[in-house]
């Protein structure tokens, strides 16, 4: 019921290593284009927004410099479930970072979603964050659940998004990112 995806990447951010876990994760989800071996690819090349980047490089630099460990908390939503997620970055010798992630809850979704609303990230569209799964339909409502604005017409189902990242993940990722340079 709660796998662990675990993979191992080297000083140069490329996955060297993925657990067992990995094969059923891809035949699971419905990713359309999920890249089945991910063996040899820079880490970077799986993340779209440049703002979360850059955040994940300074947790990956941060775990570099101090080894020690960290845990981020991300959603990873799909049409049907909202999944709650974990991350924990672990220093390995030189320089190499374990990953695992593992479902901590998922609440399925009153109404499923049409795909669209996940898998076209258009440039102009609605922002979505990438690491919350929130969208920001107008600054009144500001960052809210989708099953949300679609309940309050906000969005329609057909919504194109945009990934970015809300300000409350770019303070919780500031946030890890400071505690683990002070070593508490
Ligand atoms: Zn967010």
């Known amino acids: ?28 989800s419905d990713a359309a284009d999920l890249e089945y071996s991910v063996h040899g690819k820079s880490i970077w090349s799986f993340i779209g927004a440049e703002k979360l980047k850059n ?74 964050c990438s690491n919350c799964n929130r969208v920001y339909p107008h600054e009144t409502v500001g960052w809210i659940e989708v099953d949300k604005a679609l309940s309050s017409k906000l969005i329609s189902e057909k919504l194109n998004v945009t990934f970015e990242i809300c300000e409350s993940c770019i303070e919780y990722f500031d946030k890890t990112i400071n505690k683990l340079k002070k070593g508490d």
């Open 55 to 128: 955040l994940y490089f300074q947790l990956f630099e941060g775990v570099r410099a101090t080894q020690k460990a960290v845990d981020i908390n991300f959603r990873c939503d799909n049409a049907q479930v909202m999944k709650f997620m974990n991350m924990s970055i672990e220093p390995e010798p030189n320089n190499y970072l374990k990953i695992s992630t593992c479902l901590l809850r998922e609440i399925s979704r009153k109404k499923a979603l049409a795909r669209e609303v996940f898998y076209l990230g258009l440039k102009n569209g609605t922002p979505m």
């Open 1 to 28: 019921m709660n796998p662990i995806l675990t993979y191992t990447i080297d000083e140069t951010d490329r996955v060297i290593s993925t657990n067992s876990e990995w094969d059923s994760f891809a035949k699971q």
